[in-house]
T-cell receptor, first 108, second 111 residues
């Protein structure tokens, strides 16, 4: 079983819509979580860390549910430039486990 | 600042050939990593180096070797390439836990 699992999507949403998706993790010892963004045929880039109490960064909100072992990402007021694959990442010590990604396509 | 640079960008090898992927960072980070990315698999850690002079195996080290040449440079060597090593390879460096900066990747095909 993969340590981090994501719905691959794609999530196709109109501009201005809200889109949300989750990822689940199997290692209850995982301490830290992150969302990375990867554009087509480009390198991943850190989008935001995920804190236990939940956190926002502009139009992006991340939540962590340790009891059910999932994290979520919500994007409000979607822009065309939000079209990308979002990678869920969790881990501890020096080991980060990357999910395979959820693809979001925002259409005009 | 160039960030993390990787060479080459593309490479085609025949089975059994060897090659070295180069990675350099100019951000003065201690930690560096090598990943491979395959469709539907997510990024998988091959090797990492927590600091200059140390290297450790990751999730999928078989068939690879690494050298942390100095603080800036971390190379990945394939001694005898196999078709299963066809992948996109990313190097990354990190100033702190979880925050990784990736290079543009090397697309490797082994025939």
């Amino acid at each position: 079983r993969k340590e981090v699992e994501q719905d691959p999507g794609p999530f196709n949403v109109p501009e201005g819509a809200t889109v949300a998706f989750n990822c689940t993790y199997s290692n209850s010892a995982s301490q830290s979580f992150f969302w990375y963004r990867q554009d087509c045929r480009k390198e991943p880039k850190l989008l935001m860390s995920v804190y236990s109490s939940g956190n926002e960064d502009g139009r992006f909100t991340a939540q962590l549910n340790r009891a059910s072992q999932y994290i979520s990402l919500l994007i409000r007021d979607s822009k065309l430039s939000d079209s990308a694959t979002y990678l869920c990442v969790g881990g501890n010590d020096y080991k980060l486990s990357f999910g395979a990604g959820t693809t979001v396509t925002v259409r005009a | 600042n160039a960030g993390v640079t990787q060479t080459p960008k593309f490479q085609v090898l025949k089975t059994g050939q060897s090659m070295t992927l180069q990675c350099a960072q100019d951000m003065n980070h201690n930690s560096m990593y090598w990943y491979r990315q395959d469709p539907g698999m997510g990024l998988r850690l091959i090797y990492y180096s927590a600091s200059e002079g140390t290297t450790d195996k990751g999730e999928v080290p078989n068939g690879y070797n690494v050298s942390r040449l100095n603080k800036r440079e971390f190379s990945l060597r394939l001694e005898s390439a196999a078709p299963s090593q066809t992948s996109v390879y990313f190097c990354a460096s990190s100033p702190r836990w979880g925050e990784q900066y990736f290079g543009p990747g090397t697309r490797l095909t082994v025939t």
